[in-house]
């Protein structure tokens, strides 16, 4: 059977440190948005967390009814439904970053957490929505205070590498893959950051 890897700059140590941070507890309903193929979902299943993920194009060979297929902007969940919400590496190549945090502010209760590990720009870049400086802004209208922030950006020059050097990097594309999650911006442009947010009351 194929072992899942985690496709992301920082890869599982740096999920297992956001749940740390975020201080994810057994019990707690988390939902991983963009959860590919469900790699965090079963490490935090694993932690006795009450997770499901969600992914518009889900890898699942088992089949495991707590990954979902499912759009970001329309989750099937009802208001109030979970603790936490994980987006890794997922927020920056959304048609809609604005609506899916809305959607994320929906499902969560009050003073829930949001966990994001992405792509920033550390300057002016075209096509790229996550400006540094206006992370804190999109993620108060989207109804979210940050609690921690974090800079990873030696992940991303990490996981660069990596994809360029191995062009078949184990299905992701290997420089397409690369590309993916750069929207065709130069590298050196960006940035890749750790923040945890909470839901205002």
Same mark, same amino acid.
Request: charged share 25%; hydrophobic share 40%; with cysteine.
């Given at each position: 059977?194929?072992?899942?890897?985690?496709?992301?700059?920082?890869?599982?140590?740096?999920?297992?440190?956001?749940?740390?941070?975020?201080?994810?507890?057994?019990?707690?309903?988390?939902?991983?948005?963009?959860?590919?193929?469900?790699?965090?979902?079963?490490?935090?299943?694993?932690?006795?967390?009450?997770?499901?993920?969600?992914?518009?194009?889900?890898?699942?060979?088992?089949?495991?009814?707590?990954?979902?297929? =499912?759009?970001?902007?329309?989750?099937?969940?009802?208001?109030?439904?979970?603790?936490?919400?994980?987006?890794?590496?997922?927020?920056?190549?959304?048609?809609?970053?604005?609506?899916?945090?809305?959607?994320?502010?929906?499902?969560?209760?009050?003073?829930?957490?949001?966990?994001?590990?992405?792509?920033?720009?550390?300057?002016?870049?075209?096509?790229?929505?996550?400006?540094?400086?206006?992370?804190?802004?999109?993620?108060?209208?989207?109804?979210?205070?940050?609690?921690?922030?974090?800079?990873?950006?030696?992940?991303?020059?990490?996981?660069? =590498?990596?994809?360029?050097?191995?062009?078949?990097?184990?299905?992701?594309?290997?420089?397409?893959?690369?590309?993916?999650?750069?929207?065709?911006?130069?590298?050196?442009?960006?940035?890749?950051?750790?923040?945890?947010?909470?839901?205002?009351?």
């Amino acid at each position: 059977m194929r072992t899942p890897k985690s496709r992301h700059p920082g890869g599982i140590n740096l999920t297992e440190r956001a749940v740390r941070l975020a201080q994810l507890a057994p019990g707690m309903r988390v939902l991983d948005v963009g959860c590919g193929d469900g790699v965090t979902v079963e490490l935090l299943r694993a932690q006795r967390i009450d997770a499901i993920g969600v992914d518009i194009a889900p890898y699942n060979p088992e089949k495991h009814d707590y990954i979902l297929r =499912a759009n970001a902007m329309t989750l099937p969940f009802a208001d109030g439904e979970f603790d936490a919400i994980i987006y890794e590496c997922c927020l920056s190549i959304m048609p809609d970053a604005i609506a899916a945090l809305r959607e994320a502010e929906r499902i969560l209760k009050p003073r829930g957490i949001l966990i994001m590990s992405d792509v920033v720009s550390k300057k002016m870049a075209p096509g790229m929505p996550w400006i540094t400086d206006d992370i804190r802004k999109i993620l108060k209208w989207a109804g979210f205070g940050i609690e921690i922030s974090e800079d990873h950006t030696p992940a991303l020059i990490t996981y660069a =590498a990596e994809a360029i050097e191995n062009c078949s990097y184990d299905g992701c594309g290997g420089a397409d893959g690369l590309e993916d999650i750069c929207n065709g911006v130069d590298a050196r442009k960006l940035g890749y950051c750790l923040v945890i947010a909470r839901r205002y009351q």
